[in-house]
């Protein structure tokens, strides 16, 4: 993991006795032989994790770990402060340090200090200016090629593997494209004309054809009944006129609205009349009128 930035050369504050600012791999095994037991975490960022030397963002990478990794940890130092969150995690095998900003654990690791061992090492000193760099040795003389190792047995054929689930089918490919009409044939050649048949008897009369239409209807209506709120009110009743027959009816609600619930909606033959009961749920009084749908009697 990289700052994207130089960091000026100073020296480090480290709490709990940081026991190895150097980060020489040789000390990072001594200080992670020390601990009992190990804590398991999870690099929890969307990129990789490096492992460095010492529990400072200035050390050398000496490794890396993916997204979602598993680290094995042995303690923790406070040490350089990563996205605000200064603590470091010492891998147990003594590889390097981590920084704890991007590693989730589900318990807590202890501090390295709480292991004793040759007695906590003093904070970092500052880093020394660069040496000069040394002349270039000459290249050593190339050794003598080894003889070529003896091929090893085959290994035996591994166990077959578990078939695996049948893929879910596909779906169905397009239509094709109609192909084209075939060339007609040719047409066969007219017959000669059949010699006239005898003439046949003279058929039965006819039935008698369906009766025509029915006549116009008509509609006879109540007088409009005015229905007071949270009211009810019986047999409103149309009444065909005379010379016609009642064949159907029915009821309306001039405010066209819900608040008026029919109750009964019924004909009386004999009387040639259609009768209405409603209810009124509304906050208001509400205007009703039953219909009758009458039709000529010489057309019933």
């Not at 500052?126 to 270039?136: I, L, Q, R, S």
């Not at 003896?150 to 591994?158: H, I, K, R, S, Y």
């Amino acid at each position: 993991m990289s700052l994207g930035m130089t960091l000026a050369l100073c020296p480090m504050s480290v709490a709990h006795g940081a026991p190895n600012p150097t980060g020489t791999q040789a000390s990072n095994r001594v200080l992670a032989g020390r601990v009992l037991a190990a804590v398991s975490g999870t690099v929890i960022s969307r990129t990789s994790q490096n492992i460095r030397s010492g529990p400072t963002t200035r050390s050398a990478i000496v490794g890396s770990v993916p997204s979602g990794g598993h680290v094995s940890i042995a303690c923790k130092v406070s040490g350089r402060n990563v996205d605000g969150n200064s603590l470091w995690y010492l891998l147990s095998n003594g590889s390097g340090w981590m920084s704890a900003r991007y590693i989730s654990t589900q318990t807590t690791v202890p501090f390295c200090d709480d292991y004793p061992g040759t007695g906590a090492t003093g904070p970092m000193g500052p880093t020394g200016p660069m040496g000069p760099t040394g002349p270039k040795g000459a290249s050593g003389v190339d050794g003598v090629d080894g003889a070529t190792g003896a091929t090893g047995l085959q290994g035996p054929t591994g166990a077959a593997g578990i078939n695996g689930l049948d893929g879910a089918t596909g779906p169905t490919g397009p239509t094709g494209a109609t192909g084209a009409t075939g060339v007609a044939g040719v047409d066969g050649a007219t017959g000669a004309n059949g010699a006239d048949g005898v003439d046949g008897a003279t058929g039965p009369t006819g039935a008698t054809g369906p009766a025509g239409p029915v006549g116009p209807s008509q509609t006879a209506t109540s007088t409009a009944t005015l229905i007071p709120a949270g009211g009810s009110i019986e047999n409103i009743i149309a009444t065909c006129p005379a010379g016609t027959v009642l064949t159907g009816g029915g009821a309306v609600n001039q405010l066209q609205n819900d608040e008026i619930h029919w109750t009964a909606s019924y004909p009386d033959t004999p009387t040639n009349t259609w009768h209405v009961s409603a209810y009124n749920s509304g906050a208001g009084p509400q205007t009703v009128q039953s219909y009758a749908v009458c039709i000529p009697a010489s057309s019933a």
